[in-house]
């Protein structure tokens, strides 16, 4: 669902298109693709980071193989929007040295911390209730593993 969003969201950029979908499984890169009109299906990681049409790559895979996908992604020349959790702060130093070194951006998908919205709620919170003592957030998502996809 997050990788749907994700994908929404650029979508609706003025400064970015989805140019296409990978998965280790080429039909379900079919599947997400399938209402995305011009957007290619591709089996593999390293069909996708070949395409020089390629600027960008989110990464949306499960923890363990993140790091090697983000990796990959970076020795290519490509930005990188990776999802979270990481493994451990020693592999997202890895990650982001990794981006650094090679000169492309490395930002990681936590997106309420760059929403406007956000700083909105902390100045608000500041200024109606004081300092709170805990918060207890909800985040409900439905269940849907989540593709590899790029843009440019």
Known sequence: MIAGIIADAIDKSTNGKLIAVSSRQIDTAQRFVAERQGVAAVKGLDDLLDRPDVDAVYIGVPSAPKEQTALAAIAAGKHVLVEKPFVSHASLLRMTNAAETKGVAFMDATHFVHHPRTA?????????????????????????????????
């Open 120 to 152: 909105a709620i902390q100045a608000a919170n500041r200024e109606q209730i004081g300092s709170p003592r805990s918060l207890i957030p909800h985040f409900t998502f439905r269940s849907q593993i989540a593709p590899i996809f790029a843009t440019t």
